[in-house]
């Protein structure tokens, strides 16, 4: 497929279980981006990659969460002991390259819910 | 820090009207970037249309086109013979163009559009 897929698309996690969020670029993207869609709101920014680079995490709520993107392309999003407020949708993006404009391009999000 | 603030958590529109959805965004740059995504029952976002604060003249998509009052900070969609399939959330984003700022997308909450048959 040429999009960003994400996997998986549903997750339902019991308190305080781990859980690992996968994102697949497009191919070639340089840089990558993970943000947290909490329900009724517009997404919010985690984390920033420029291939394995983690170059931003100031977004990150707690140090619960865990980003890697370890070869430069695909990355995973972990969330350690969950907790029902990290219940969202998680957005990944990609673009090509850094600098003048370079448009964003969207996954489908995995819906996280915490019981 | 940018902030983007859409004041209108619902619009409806009857088909084939015409809708405003407003935003307004506070920032101390001088250059940026301003966009409307879509994003429908699917969550995929969607890229509708985008406009660089340098350029005075107003970005047009066919039936989509911007509104860019620069001094006053604010940046409408107008959308045009409104669709069925224009229905979903769209939210109003701010990227910087500084180097080293990430180039991270600052959302608004949001506006949900129905389009009336």
């Known amino acids: 497929g040429a999009g960003v897929s994400q996997s998986p698309r549903y997750k339902v996690a019991k308190r305080g279980q781990d859980v690992a969020l996968r994102c697949d670029p497009i191919s070639g993207h340089v840089s990558l981006f993970w943000y947290q869609q909490a329900l009724g709101q517009g997404p919010e920014f985690l984390t920033y990659?420029?291939?394995?680079?983690?170059?931003?995490k100031s977004g990150l709520p707690s140090d619960r969460f865990f980003a890697e993107r370890p070869e430069g392309s695909v990355s995973t999003l972990k969330i350690q002991r969950t907790q029902q407020e990290d219940s969202a949708v998680y957005l990944c993006?990609?673009?090509?390259?850094?600098?003048?404009?370079?448009?964003?391009?969207f996954g489908p999000g995995t819906r996280l819910t915490v019981l | 820090a940018q902030t983007v603030t859409q004041s209108q958590p619902e619009m409806s529109v009857q088909e084939a009207e015409t809708v405003t959805l407003s935003c307004t965004y506070d920032?101390?740059?001088?250059?940026?970037?301003l966009f409307w995504y879509k994003q429908p029952p699917s969550r995929q976002m969607i890229l509708v249309i985008r406009?660089?604060?340098?350029?005075?003249q107003n970005a047009t998509e066919n039936r989509f086109s911007v509104n860019f009052q620069k001094a006053a900070k604010s940046f409408s969609l107008k959308i045009s013979d409104s669709q069925l399939g224009d229905a979903a959330m769209y939210f109003c984003?701010?990227?910087?163009?500084?180097?080293?700022?990430?180039?991270?997308?600052?959302f608004g909450g949001g506006t949900r559009l129905m389009v009336k048959p």
């Open positions: 990659f420029q291939n394995e680079a983690q170059l931003d």
């Open positions: 406009q660089e604060a340098y350029k005075q």
């Open positions: 920032t101390s740059e001088s250059d940026y970037y």
């Open positions: 993006a990609s673009s090509l390259g850094v600098g003048t404009y370079n448009e964003q391009f």
């Open positions: 984003a701010y990227r910087s163009v500084e180097i080293g700022a990430g180039n991270m997308l600052t």
